[in-house]
């Protein structure tokens, strides 16, 4: 079984590349975030046309989390389940029972500046996903995948003494991620890429990507059951070049595990 994520700054304007990429690499599963879509705007029909299902949960304009699966689509859940009267701001939270396991979609605040109040929604919007994982079971096969706006260690930045001091690597956010290891989950793509430089974001401006300055933000943890059937994890960096495919390239690169279920 083949999984894939990817942060497409804009179904929309990207349509035609994610499609394209859809067939060329024929993941069984694809988390999508920042589609930028409302609901009714979601691409169903250009999907089913490849043999997939879309569900989708985004309010437009900003954010948006969708998952397209070949392998069936049940159990949905839009938006980050709480016990209080929190509310998620829309958008960033999409979970459904794919084939043999449970999958969330995830697209995690930015946070802006440290100390911001962007900032510290960023941190109580992964506080609630530690909650929410504390309600589900670490023997099941589950994945968490998408755009974590966090690179959890030095290596996972360009320039690690340049990027302190700001969002994505401050210590805050660093523990708010690795509360998600504690609780067992694992950072299967790290597994198999443990060196540096091994990023899955680049900014758009001077050349960055050509020069590798980029982060590793984007994250696919798996409970360790599925971590188990795990035989390859990749990066996709020709879909962030331009000529790969049609149109204009998103600033992240997707990200494919793939499982050996006859393990």
Request: aromatic residues 10%.
């Amino acid at each position: 079984m083949r999984l894939a994520t990817w942060n497409v700054n804009s179904l929309k304007a990207r349509l035609d590349r994610v499609l394209a990429w859809t067939e060329r690499h024929e993941p069984d599963v694809l988390c999508l975030q920042e589609t930028k879509l409302t609901d009714a705007q979601a691409p169903l029909m250009d999907f089913r046309a490849l043999g997939y299902d879309l569900v989708h949960h985004g309010p437009g304009r900003w954010n948006g989390v969708a998952i397209a699966s070949r392998i069936g689509i049940a159990d949905v859940v839009a938006g980050l389940p709480v016990r209080d009267d929190w509310t998620d701001d829309g958008g960033r939270f999409l979970a459904a029972t794919c084939g043999p396991i449970r999958v969330a979609s995830i697209y995690v605040p930015n946070g802006r500046v440290v100390d911001s109040e962007f900032y510290l929604e960023k941190l109580e919007w992964l506080a609630r996903l530690s909650v929410w994982l504390d309600d589900n079971d670490p023997t099941t096969e589950l994945a968490i995948c998408g755009d974590y706006n966090v690179a959890p260690e030095d290596i996972d930045v360009w320039d690690a003494q340049a990027a302190h001091g700001g969002t994505h690597v401050s210590p805050r956010e660093r523990a708010a991620v690795a509360k998600l290891r504690e609780w067992g989950m694992v950072d299967i793509v790290r597994q198999f890429h443990p060196e540096p430089g091994f990023f899955s974001w680049w900014d758009y401006r001077a050349g960055h990507f050509h020069k590798n300055f980029g982060m590793r933000i984007d994250h696919v943890y798996v409970t360790p059951p599925l971590a188990a059937r795990a035989v390859a994890a990749e990066r996709d960096r020709e879909a962030r070049k331009p000529s790969t495919y049609p149109g204009i390239p998103s600033d992240h690169a997707p990200l494919i595990v793939d499982f050996d279920f006859d393990r």
